[in-house]
C-alpha cells in the first residue's frame, strides 16, 4: 500500500508516550513500522516530549524493528527548556546558545539510536536568539553530517529573516489548519513560498474535533455536504484543505490510532475544487472572502 502514496503525512509521536498513550517499546514499535507500511516515512519529535523521555523511548522501538535507518526521515527540536522530573529548573524558557544547541542534538542522537537527525528545528523563537552563535553551531553540526537540513519551528518573517543571515532555513512547522488559517494572510505561508521553505502544518485538524461552537456547526454543514461529494470523512477532508496549497503543507498527524492514520494518507488522494476550498474557508471563517 505505501507505494500508492508519497510521505507528505508525517507521524508526530508527541503523544506516544508519557503525554499520552504511554505506548510500550513493543507497540511503539509495531507502530512505527504500521506508519512505514502505509507510507507515512516521516516521524516528528522535540526534545520535552514526554518530559524529554519520548525520543529515547522511540530510539529502542526503532532499534527493536526491522525498519532500515535510511528508509525513515526523524525530526526533532530543540531550544525550549522545560522544567521537569528529568530536567529541574526554575521556569520555562529558550535557549539557543552554541553549547546547548550542541548538547539537544548530541543527546537526541544518542536518544533515537541513529548517527543522523535528517531535519533539526529550533522549536519557537527566542528574543536572545543571536543568528551568529546559532548559525555558527548549525554550520559545523551540518559539516559534520549530524544533521542533514535545519529549520524552525513557530517562526514568523522577520524571525526567519533574522537567522536566514546566517542559515540556511529549509523548513517552518507552524500551526495550520482550516479553523486556524490566518498564515494564509498574515505573510507566513506567501514568504515561505517566496524563499521556497517547505511548511509543516501542526494541529492540521484545528479545532473541529474539540470545540462544539458556533464555528464548528458551520464548519459540519459544509464539510457534511462536501465528504458525500469527496466519498471521504470529515479528518480526511479537513487535511485534503490544507494539501490543496500549492506550497506542498506536510500536516504533522498526532493520532496512534491505525485506522486514523491510514484515513489520514488516504487524503491525499483528495482533490478539493476551488470553489469548495473556498466555501471550506468562508464557513470557517464566518464571513465572505474580501
Given amino acids: ?9 508525517i ?3 508527541m503523544t ?10 513493543s507497540e511503539m514499535m509495531d507502530l512505527i513500522e504500521y506508519n512505514v507500511e502505509i507510507g507515512i516515512n516521516s516521524f516528528d519529535h522535540a526534545d520535552i516530549y514526554g518530559g524529554y523521555t519520548t525520543e529515547a523511548e522511540f530510539g529502542d522501538a526503532l532499534k527493536l524493528s526491522t525498519i532500515q535507518r535510511e528508509k525513515i526521515k526523524l525530526i526533532t527540536k530543540c531550544g525550549i527548556q522545560y522544567p521537569c ?14 553549547k546547548h544547541i550542541r548538547f539537544s542534538v548530541e543527546n537526541s542522537l544518542k536518544n533515537l539510536k541513529t548517527d543522523y537527525i535528517d531535519v533539526f528545528l529550533l522549536h519557537r523563537p527566542s528574543p536572545l536568539m543571536n543568528p551568529y552563535e546559532i548559525g555558527s553551531i548549525i554550520s559545523d553540526l551540518i559539516d559534520e553530517g549530524k544533521i542533514l537540513e535545519f ?11 533574522l537567522l536566514k ?7 517552518n512547522q507552524i500551526e495550520c489548519s482550516v479553523s486556524k488559517n490566518d498564515s494564509f494572510t498574515n505573510g507566513t505561508i506567501d514568504y515561505c513560498q517566496l524563499k521556497k521553505i517547505k511548511i509543516m502544518a501542526w494541529a492540521p485538524l484545528g479545532e473541529y474535533f474539540k470545540n ?29 484543505w490544507l494539501l490543496k496549497h500549492p506550497t506542498g503543507i506536510s500536516p ?25 476550498w473556498f466555501e471550506i474557508l468562508e464557513a470557517s471563517n464566518g464571513k465572505e472572502i474580501p
Avoid at 500500500?1 to 503525512?9: N, R
Avoid at 506516544?16 to 517499546?25: A, F, T
Avoid at 459544509?222 to 477532508?237: A, D, M, P, R, T
Wanted: glycine share 6%; proline share 2%; charged share 30%.
Fill in 1 to 9: 500500500m505505501g507505494e500508492e502514496f508519497k510521505s507528505q503525512i
Fill in 11 to 13: 507521524s508526530g509521536t
Fill in 16 to 25: 506516544w508516550g508519557k503525554w499520552g498513550m504511554n505506548l510500550s517499546p
Fill in 85 to 98: 522530573e528529568l530536567r529541574p529548573g526554575k521556569i520555562k524558557h529558550y535557549d539557543y546558545s552554541k
Fill in 151 to 161: 529549520g524552525v519551528s513557530n517562526f514568523k518573517e522577520s524571525q526567519i529573516e
Fill in 165 to 171: 543571515s546566517c542559515s540556511d532555513i529549509k523548513y
Fill in 212 to 240: 462544539n461552537n458556533e464555528k464548528r456547526l458551520r464548519l459540519k454543514n459544509i464539510l457534511e455536504k462536501h465528504c458525500q461529494k469527496y466519498s471521504c470523512n470529515e479528518s480526511q477532508l479537513l487535511l485534503a
Fill in 252 to 276: 504533522v498527524i498526532g493520532t496512534t490510532r491505525k485506522k486514523r492514520l491510514l484515513s489520514s494518507v488516504k487524503a491525499l488522494l483528495i482533490n478539493i475544487e476551488i470553489v469548495d
